[in-house]
């Protein structure tokens, strides 16, 4: 019997819940490792089988169904293979800029220019952090994939990062910071 499939960041799942179309939908799996579903949250999905991932999404939702929902998870794309990372000095790194564009409630939201190898937190200060309106537990990040210039966008709790004590989310060239304001009571 060949061992069932362990999930990595970069993989796209496709979630299916039976009782409600209105929650189909394709997940990434972050580079942190988890998955964002609506009325779940954050889940642990790198490291795990669809099977874990489907028992964890069918518990979160349960409470909001009268039955137990039934769901299906399926891989609908594998991540691709990363190039081997190369070691980057620190004349290097102070040699090469990157652009950064900033969206939404920020102190100066517009176009940035950062040193590369630059973090979210890093672009935050230097784009005036956030206004007292922002939603930072879920600031987007949009990056075009290099293979078919598709749109992949991260999800990034930045109150959580703050948390972490320096664990951060780095940035690549062309990656536009779109940071939402506040809904009613978040």
Not at 75 to 93: D, F, I, L
Not at 129 to 142: D, E, I, L, M, N
């Amino acid at each position: 019997m060949a061992k069932p499939y362990v999930l990595k960041p970069g993989d796209m799942l496709r979630i299916e819940v039976i009782e409600d179309n209105s929650l189909n939908r394709n997940a990434l799996v972050l580079p942190d490792g988890t998955i964002a579903f609506p009325m779940v949250g954050q889940i642990a999905a790198a490291g795990r089988t669809l099977t874990h991932v489907r028992e964890a999404l069918t518990a979160g939702l349960a409470p909001n169904f009268v039955q137990r929902p039934s769901l299906h998870v399926a891989v609908a794309s594998v991540a691709r293979p990363e190039a081997p990372m190369r070691t980057v000095t620190t004349a290097q790194v102070s040699q090469k800029v990157i652009t950064v564009f900033g969206m939404g409630e920020l102190g100066a939201p517009g176009k940035q220019q950062l040193p590369l190898g630059s973090s979210l937190m890093q672009f935050l200060a230097q784009a005036g952090g956030t206004t007292p309106f922002a939603a930072t537990k879920r600031v987007q990040v949009r990056r075009t994939a290099a293979a078919g210039g598709a749109i992949v966008t991260y999800r990034v709790n930045v109150k959580q990062l703050m948390r972490d004590g320096g664990k951060s989310f780095l940035l690549v060239p062309g990656d536009v910071v779109i940071v939402p304001q506040r809904r009613l009571f978040e």
